[in-house]
Protein backbone atom coordinates (compact mmCIF):
# COMPACT_ATOMS: atom_id res chain seq x y z
CA UNK A 1 0.00 0.00 0.00
CA UNK A 2 1.36 3.33 -0.60
CA UNK A 3 2.18 6.02 1.76
CA UNK A 4 -0.09 8.65 1.71
CA UNK A 5 1.14 10.99 4.38
CA UNK A 6 4.57 10.69 1.56
CA UNK A 7 2.39 11.29 -1.12
CA UNK A 8 0.50 14.54 0.33
CA UNK A 9 3.73 15.73 1.88
CA UNK A 10 6.13 15.54 -2.04
CA UNK A 11 2.75 17.33 -3.00
CA UNK A 12 2.81 20.62 -0.33
CA UNK A 13 6.88 20.29 -1.35
CA UNK A 14 5.89 21.11 -4.68
CA UNK A 15 3.24 23.76 -3.79
CA UNK A 16 6.07 25.66 -1.64
CA UNK A 17 8.74 25.56 -4.15
CA UNK A 18 6.36 26.89 -6.80
CA UNK A 19 4.86 29.56 -4.43
CA UNK A 20 8.79 30.26 -3.44
CA UNK A 21 9.97 31.57 -6.80
CA UNK A 22 6.67 33.23 -7.32
CA UNK A 23 7.92 35.04 -3.38
CA UNK A 24 11.57 35.91 -5.16
CA UNK A 25 10.50 36.84 -8.07
CA UNK A 26 8.05 39.72 -6.58
CA UNK A 27 11.39 40.61 -3.83
CA UNK A 28 13.53 41.29 -6.96
CA UNK A 29 16.68 43.04 -5.52
CA UNK A 30 16.08 42.73 -2.33
CA UNK A 31 17.23 39.44 -2.56
CA UNK A 32 15.65 36.30 -1.52
CA UNK A 33 18.35 33.53 -0.15
CA UNK A 34 17.24 30.73 -3.35
CA UNK A 35 19.90 28.52 -3.01
CA UNK A 36 19.10 27.82 0.99
CA UNK A 37 15.87 28.02 0.81
CA UNK A 38 15.12 25.62 -2.18
CA UNK A 39 17.50 23.14 -0.18
CA UNK A 40 15.62 22.60 2.92
CA UNK A 41 11.90 22.56 1.05
CA UNK A 42 11.60 18.80 2.13
CA UNK A 43 12.80 19.44 5.50
CA UNK A 44 10.16 21.69 6.26
CA UNK A 45 7.30 20.12 4.12
CA UNK A 46 8.06 17.41 6.81
CA UNK A 47 8.12 18.84 9.79
CA UNK A 48 5.28 20.93 9.35
CA UNK A 49 3.36 18.17 6.82
CA UNK A 50 3.80 15.34 8.90
CA UNK A 51 5.97 15.77 12.20
CA UNK A 52 5.19 19.02 14.79
CA UNK A 53 2.46 19.13 17.02
CA UNK A 54 1.12 22.72 16.35
CA UNK A 55 -2.15 24.13 15.54
CA UNK A 56 -2.94 27.44 14.07
CA UNK A 57 -6.00 28.45 16.04
CA UNK A 58 -3.89 27.73 19.10
CA UNK A 59 -0.25 29.40 18.10
CA UNK A 60 0.80 29.77 21.98
CA UNK A 61 -0.15 26.44 23.19
CA UNK A 62 2.22 25.49 26.29
CA UNK A 63 2.80 22.39 24.81
CA UNK A 64 3.26 22.89 21.06
CA UNK A 65 6.38 21.69 19.43
CA UNK A 66 8.85 24.36 18.56
CA UNK A 67 10.76 25.56 15.58
CA UNK A 68 13.81 27.23 15.33
CA UNK A 69 15.20 28.40 12.05
CA UNK A 70 19.05 28.84 12.82
CA UNK A 71 20.23 29.17 9.53
CA UNK A 72 17.42 31.98 9.50
CA UNK A 73 17.57 32.55 5.71
CA UNK A 74 16.45 29.69 4.47
CA UNK A 75 12.55 31.71 4.55
CA UNK A 76 11.41 30.71 1.21
CA UNK A 77 11.19 26.69 2.79
CA UNK A 78 9.56 28.69 6.21
CA UNK A 79 7.63 30.96 5.26
CA UNK A 80 5.63 28.50 2.55
CA UNK A 81 5.74 25.66 5.14
CA UNK A 82 3.68 28.09 7.36
CA UNK A 83 1.32 29.24 4.79
CA UNK A 84 0.40 25.77 4.09
CA UNK A 85 -0.14 24.82 8.37
CA UNK A 86 -2.46 27.91 8.32
CA UNK A 87 -0.21 30.65 10.18
CA UNK A 88 0.28 32.77 7.28
CA UNK A 89 -2.15 33.59 3.90
CA UNK A 90 -1.13 33.44 0.50
CA UNK A 91 -1.63 37.45 0.31
CA UNK A 92 0.68 37.40 2.94
CA UNK A 93 3.69 35.38 1.22
CA UNK A 94 2.55 37.70 -1.76
CA UNK A 95 4.39 40.32 -0.25
CA UNK A 96 7.57 39.04 0.93
CA UNK A 97 10.51 41.95 1.30
CA UNK A 98 8.09 44.70 0.61
CA UNK A 99 8.90 47.73 2.43
CA UNK A 100 7.28 47.75 6.09
CA UNK A 101 5.98 44.02 5.81
CA UNK A 102 6.10 40.97 8.39
CA UNK A 103 8.01 39.02 6.26
CA UNK A 104 11.67 39.93 5.42
CA UNK A 105 14.48 38.11 4.45
CA UNK A 106 15.14 37.07 7.96
CA UNK A 107 12.23 35.98 10.31
CA UNK A 108 11.14 38.37 13.17
CA UNK A 109 9.41 36.58 16.41
CA UNK A 110 5.69 36.68 15.89
CA UNK A 111 4.13 33.75 17.84
CA UNK A 112 0.26 34.87 15.85
CA UNK A 113 2.35 33.84 12.52
CA UNK A 114 3.87 30.80 13.96
CA UNK A 115 7.49 32.09 14.11
CA UNK A 116 9.08 31.20 17.03
CA UNK A 117 12.90 33.06 16.74
CA UNK A 118 13.99 35.91 15.30
CA UNK A 119 17.03 34.61 13.19
CA UNK A 120 20.00 36.57 11.49
CA UNK A 121 23.13 35.89 12.80
CA UNK A 122 24.20 32.53 12.66
CA UNK A 123 25.07 29.79 15.67
CA UNK A 124 22.62 31.45 17.63
CA UNK A 125 19.38 28.99 17.19
CA UNK A 126 21.19 25.75 18.88
CA UNK A 127 21.80 27.48 22.66
CA UNK A 128 18.62 28.77 22.09
CA UNK A 129 16.88 25.16 21.15
CA UNK A 130 18.78 24.32 24.37
CA UNK A 131 16.77 26.46 26.61
CA UNK A 132 13.52 25.58 25.29
CA UNK A 133 13.97 22.50 25.32
CA UNK A 134 15.64 22.22 29.09
CA UNK A 135 12.52 23.95 30.13
CA UNK A 136 10.21 21.79 28.62
CA UNK A 137 11.70 19.27 31.20
CA UNK A 138 12.07 21.53 34.06
CA UNK A 139 8.27 22.40 33.29
CA UNK A 140 7.34 18.42 32.78
CA UNK A 141 6.09 19.45 29.56
CA UNK A 142 6.23 16.76 26.35
CA UNK A 143 6.69 19.28 23.66
CA UNK A 144 9.82 18.55 21.21
CA UNK A 145 12.18 21.48 19.86
CA UNK A 146 14.07 20.92 16.16
CA UNK A 147 16.66 23.46 14.95
CA UNK A 148 17.37 23.60 10.98
CA UNK A 149 21.20 24.26 10.79
CA UNK A 150 23.24 25.05 8.24
CA UNK A 151 26.48 23.15 6.98
CA UNK A 152 28.41 26.27 6.86
CA UNK A 153 26.69 27.24 10.08
CA UNK A 154 28.36 24.50 11.79
CA UNK A 155 31.47 25.84 11.85
CA UNK A 156 30.40 28.06 14.49
CA UNK A 157 31.89 27.56 17.94
CA UNK A 158 28.32 27.66 19.68
CA UNK A 159 27.17 24.93 17.43
CA UNK A 160 29.91 22.77 18.95
CA UNK A 161 29.12 24.43 22.86
CA UNK A 162 25.77 23.36 21.95
CA UNK A 163 26.79 19.53 20.89
CA UNK A 164 28.34 19.52 24.58
CA UNK A 165 25.69 20.39 26.39
CA UNK A 166 22.50 18.64 25.21
CA UNK A 167 23.57 15.45 26.52
CA UNK A 168 24.53 16.67 29.57
CA UNK A 169 21.17 17.85 30.33
CA UNK A 170 19.11 14.57 29.41
CA UNK A 171 17.20 17.02 26.28
CA UNK A 172 16.03 13.49 24.38
CA UNK A 173 13.24 16.31 23.45
CA UNK A 174 15.83 18.13 21.15
CA UNK A 175 16.82 17.84 17.63
CA UNK A 176 18.98 19.28 15.62
CA UNK A 177 18.95 18.78 11.59
CA UNK A 178 21.36 20.19 9.36
CA UNK A 179 20.62 21.34 6.20
CA UNK A 180 23.68 20.16 4.61
CA UNK A 181 24.15 21.50 1.07
CA UNK A 182 27.93 22.06 0.41
CA UNK A 183 27.93 25.18 0.13
CA UNK A 184 28.46 28.56 2.07
CA UNK A 185 28.50 32.21 1.35
CA UNK A 186 32.33 32.18 0.57
CA UNK A 187 32.15 28.69 -1.94
CA UNK A 188 32.72 24.76 -0.87
CA UNK A 189 32.28 24.03 2.62
CA UNK A 190 34.31 21.48 2.93
CA UNK A 191 37.13 23.70 1.53
CA UNK A 192 36.43 26.52 3.81
CA UNK A 193 36.64 24.29 7.01
CA UNK A 194 35.33 20.64 6.44
CA UNK A 195 32.74 19.20 9.34
CA UNK A 196 32.79 15.90 7.33
CA UNK A 197 33.68 14.34 10.94
CA UNK A 198 31.01 16.12 12.85
CA UNK A 199 28.44 13.37 13.11
CA UNK A 200 31.23 10.93 14.61
CA UNK A 201 31.70 13.85 17.33
CA UNK A 202 28.37 14.19 18.00
CA UNK A 203 28.11 10.83 18.41
CA UNK A 204 30.72 10.31 20.64
CA UNK A 205 29.33 13.56 22.23
CA UNK A 206 26.22 11.10 23.35
CA UNK A 207 23.90 12.51 20.94
CA UNK A 208 22.12 10.14 18.16
CA UNK A 209 23.17 10.42 14.46
CA UNK A 210 21.22 9.71 11.66
CA UNK A 211 22.29 10.63 7.92
CA UNK A 212 19.66 10.68 5.20
CA UNK A 213 18.97 12.35 1.55
CA UNK A 214 17.33 15.51 2.69
CA UNK A 215 14.78 15.30 -0.05
CA UNK A 216 13.66 12.09 0.63
CA UNK A 217 10.70 12.63 2.19
CA UNK A 218 10.21 9.04 3.34
CA UNK A 219 13.92 9.03 5.20
CA UNK A 220 13.24 12.29 6.86
CA UNK A 221 10.06 11.07 8.06
CA UNK A 222 11.42 7.84 9.15
CA UNK A 223 14.27 9.65 11.40
CA UNK A 224 12.20 12.16 12.86
CA UNK A 225 9.21 9.64 14.17
CA UNK A 226 11.73 7.49 16.02
CA UNK A 227 11.58 7.86 19.92
CA UNK A 228 14.49 8.46 21.20
CA UNK A 229 16.13 8.47 24.30
CA UNK A 230 19.23 11.02 23.72
CA UNK A 231 19.50 14.29 21.02
CA UNK A 232 19.02 13.52 17.40
CA UNK A 233 21.79 14.93 15.03
CA UNK A 234 20.33 14.64 11.88
CA UNK A 235 22.66 15.49 9.00
CA UNK A 236 20.26 15.98 5.37
CA UNK A 237 22.38 16.02 2.25
CA UNK A 238 20.69 18.58 0.12
CA UNK A 239 21.81 19.92 -2.85
CA UNK A 240 21.69 23.78 -2.99
CA UNK A 241 18.83 25.59 -5.60
CA UNK A 242 16.96 21.93 -5.40
Known amino acids: MPDIRVDEIKKMVSRMRRQA ?14 GGGLSCMEILGVLYGGILNINADNPEDRNRDRFIISKAHGVLAYYTALQEKGFLSISDLERFEDNGWMLTGHP ?37 VFVLL ?40 EKILSIESMG ?9 VDVVD ?20 LIAKTVKGK
Open 21 to 34: LKMALHAGNNGAHL
Open 108 to 144: SMNLANGIEFSGGSLGHGPSLGIGVALAAKKRKLGYR
Open 214 to 233: GHDVASLLGSLSQNRNKPLF
Open 200 to 208: QAFSNLGWD
Open 150 to 189: GDGECQEGSVWEAGYAAPSFGLDNLVFIVDANKLQYDGYS
